[in-house]
């Protein structure tokens, strides 16, 4: 039987995270917009995974202060969680760490090195190929949080209880990297050029081997913590609970 597992979307623009996600995660996948005040109404979920987003989790807009106050109130009923890129940032948010801009963005493929003790990074190399893109960071990890993996950038990886996070991109393909890579306006041209002229077959492929983690995280929902849900809402239509006031 299939998990079901929440996808809070936070992309703006959330083609290509649902392209993404929904290739890589072998599960049901029921997708809300988050930027759209969409949450659901329960956590009768396997897990939930938050991706990335253009935005930053200390930005004052109500979307965020809702997901935050939902993604605290789910982890408490016991539901695990996989955070990835803004997504690692708001679960860190919402478990009491500290998220703050970096002095440099970091982005293009790169090296992040694990502790090899976390088995949502089973199976991975100790040090591994992924592709980044952030200029926000985990400063400060949640209190009784453990990190499993970094780089001279910072924290790439923490976990705490049914929780697990990563700022790097395990779903990202190659199209995927060039589009974000050249979208980058606010960095100078010739370093999009290099991290373009960077997105090789050779490099794509060593980055495959982080995709272990979304197998990773599946097996460990099935095997600790199938069906666990309660009611968030009652009475709230359709599976999602829309805000109408900003």
Request: a negative charge; proline letters at 3%.
């Amino acid at each position: 039987m299939s998990l079901r597992i929440a996808l809070l979307n936070a992309a703006h623009d959330g083609e290509e995270n649902r392209r993404n996600f929904r290739r890589e995660l072998d599960a049901d996948l029921v997708e809300y917009d988050v930027t759209e005040r969409e949450l659901p109404d329960t956590v009768a979920f396997d897990a939930c995974l938050v991706t990335g987003s253009r935005a930053s989790v200390y930005w004052d807009e109500p979307w965020i202060a809702a997901l935050t106050e939902w993604v605290r109130d789910a982890i408490d009923r016991g539901l695990p969680f996989l955070g990835v890129c803004f997504g690692h940032q708001l679960l860190a948010h919402a478990l009491g760490g500290r998220v703050e801009p970096m002095d440099d963005y970091e982005i293009g493929y790169r090296t992040v090195e694990h502790d090899g003790e976390n088995e949502l990074l089973a199976g991975v190399d100790d040090e591994f190929t992924v592709f980044t893109t952030h200029s926000d960071t985990v400063a400060e990890l949640p209190p009784d949080a453990t990190q499993f993996a970094e780089n001279d950038y910072g924290v790439h990886g923490f976990r705490k209880g049914h929780v697990f996070a990563v700022q790097f991109h395990p779903e990202y393909d190659a199209e995927t990297a060039r589009e974000i890579a050249a979208s980058k306006d606010q960095l100078a041209d010739e370093r999009v050029e290099r991290v373009l002229a960077d997105i090789t077959e050779a490099n794509y492929r060593a980055a495959c081997e982080a995709k272990r983690l979304f197998e990773n995280f599946t097996e460990y929902v099935r095997t600790t913590q199938r069906g666990v849900g309660d009611e968030l809402t009652a009475g709230a239509a359709d599976g999602v609970v829309a805000s109408d006031d900003d």
